[in-house]
């Protein structure tokens, strides 16, 4: 199953910016003048849609992201060190803080939000302590 995210943005180019400093790349092929899709893995994609064309796919209003929380979106990482560089480039590249990191031990986390307000929860979970469920 691909997973497909999609979230308003205000400036197709200013998400473009901010997301590459985090190491993300962009399906060219599926992006254009309302939408980039920006890959996050093999099998999830965010695509990053003009506020207009967001707008053509609900009837509903668009939430103000940086007034209310509409969607956390969670991206596990290889290491401690992976979050805390995620979060620190996204902060450096014009997010802001959400809330404090999160270590449990097993798992740690940071949160941040994007120019746009859409709040990003890189974490690292230890695998020896997921055991094999799934």
Do not use: C
């Amino acid at each position: 199953m691909h997973v497909y995210i999609n979230l308003p943005v205000a400036d197709l180019d200013r998400s473009r910016r901010f997301f590459s400093v985090l190491g993300f790349d962009f399906n060219d092929k599926f992006s254009d003048a309302t939408g980039l899709a920006m890959r996050i893995s093999e099998t999830s994609t965010a695509m990053l849609l003009t506020h207009e064309k967001f707008a053509s796919f609900t009837p509903r209003r668009i939430a103000d992201s940086r007034e209310v929380s509409e969607v956390l979106t969670a991206l596990q990482l290889a290491s401690r060190e992976a979050v805390d560089r995620m979060t620190d480039q996204a902060l450096a590249s014009g997010g802001e803080p959400v809330g404090t990191a999160q270590d449990h031990g097993f798992m740690y986390g940071r949160a941040f939000s994007d120019p746009d307000g859409h709040i990003w929860e890189p974490i690292w979970m230890n695998p020896d302590a997921m055991g094999d469920e799934e």
